[in-house]
C-alpha cells in the first residue's frame, strides 16, 4: 500500500536528511498544517515497527512546521525542547499522520503538542518548545 490519503501533497519544505526518511506529505485545512508517512520496509525496526526515531522526527517537524505556519507569512523557529511518549506503534503500510495543537505562540517561544495518528489510533503523544527568531518570516532565511 503506497497511496497517499485525499489532500495531502508532497511536503513542501526538504533537506537531505528528510529526503533520506521521507516520501513527507503535508495537508494544510482548518486543522491546521498535518504532516503525514507511509511507513515502508526502511522505516522498520528488528521487530518490524516503525523506528522511534523516525517517529520523533515526524513529531520535530510536525511541531514546528504547525507553529510556523499557523500565521502567514510563516514564521522561523529553531528546536529548542521535544518530549514525547510512545503509546502505540505503526507496522509497514500503516499511514502516520499528525495532529497539532498550538498552545500559544509568543514573541520568543512557541508551545505546541500533537499526537502521531494510525487509523484514528493515538500511537505518539508529544510536545515542543520552539525558539522564534527575531527577524521570523521565511524570506529572511
Do not use: K
Amino acid at each position: 500500500m503506497t497511496e497517499v490519503p485525499a489532500g495531502f501533497q508532497p511536503l513542501f519544505r526538504t533537506s537531505p536528511f528528510l529526503d533520506a526518511l521521507g516520501p513527507f506529505y503535508c495537508r494544510q485545512d482548518a486543522n491546521g498544517l498535518s504532516i503525514g508517512l507511509r511507513i515502508a520496509p526502511r522505516h522498520v525496526n528488528a521487530r518490524g515497527l516503525a523506528h522511534g526515531g523516525l517517529l520523533l522526527t515526524l513529531c520535530d517537524i510536525a511541531l514546528g512546521y504547525a507553529a510556523a505556519h499557523s500565521q502567514d507569512p510563516p514564521l522561523v523557529f529553531t528546536t529548542a525542547h521535544i518530549s514525547a511518549d510512545f503509546a502505540g506503534s505503526a507496522r509497514v503500510g500503516d499511514w502516520v499522520e499528525s495532529r497539532a495543537d498550538i498552545q500559544r505562540i509568543g514573541g520568543r517561544l512557541a508551545f505546541v503538542n500533537l499526537y502521531l495518528v494510525v487509523n484514528s489510533t493515538q500511537i505518539v503523544r508529544a510536545s515542543g518548545l520552539y525558539l522564534r527568531h527575531a527577524d521570523s518570516t521565511s524570506e529572511s532565511r
